[in-house]
């Protein structure tokens, strides 16, 4: 089994769901997300987002945003974050997701992407932008590495899109629990439940779910329905936040801490 499958794999025989964390590399240097990322796994992440900065994260709200903007301003390429993941690799086995938009790759060479990817210890792609009907611009290239490109569904997805979608998904789904875009929410939806349910019933993986979950209580719940919980939005605003990056790191590990004790 490859490291996802042997993760989710893990958290069934433990009899607890998957924590998934977002970092934003190069926010603000890609030394500091490097440092976060270890930490974040050592502190319960199972399963880490790698974010690639672009100019126009068209799904990502004002935290992440900004993040990304910092990010590219100090410097921050896909060379750079796959040389990173690299050091990482030889430091964690939590699996680690590349979560791009499409122009970055397309710049980078998909083809030559996937191969670094596996050469850095990437074990699949989140590619944002790219809808199901255009995945004969990637998929020719991860296929032969055997790298699983995950498959995103909405709750505005039709039963019978969805139903597509799921046919064809590998490594994990993510189901993102809210319309709009990435950012910590107050409150769920009311029927987020019943939609995980009928998402995880049909799926053929795991479902995650993210888009909104701020606190352990919201992890929590959206656990008891989903097989994994994405949090991202709430941990890069508390990095910013922080007067110094040393102090942003023990702050994020206490968060992951507590997201993780609350999902057991």
Known sequence: MNRIDTTFARCRAE??????????????????????????????????????PFSDPMADGPAIQAASQRALESGTTLRGILAMVGRLRQRTEVPLILFSYYNVMLQYGVEALARDSVVAGIDAWLVVDVPPEERGELAPATAPHGIPLITLLAPTTPPERAQALLAQAAGFVYYITVTGVTGAR??????????????????????VAGFGVSTPEMARTVAAHADGVVVGSALVKMMASAAQPADGIRTCAEFVRSLAAAMR
Do not use: C, W
Not at 20 to 49: K, N, Q, R
């Open 186 to 207: 107050d409150q769920l939806p009311e029927n987020l439940a019943g939609d995980l349910e009928r998402v995880r019933v049909n799926s053929p993986v795991p479902v």
């Open 15 to 52: 009899k607890r769901k998957a924590l998934v964390m977002f970092v934003e590399a190069g926010d603000p240097t890609l030394a500091i997300s490097e440092d976060l990322m270890l930490a974040v796994a050592e502190a319960g992440a199972d399963i880490i987002e790698v974010g690639v």
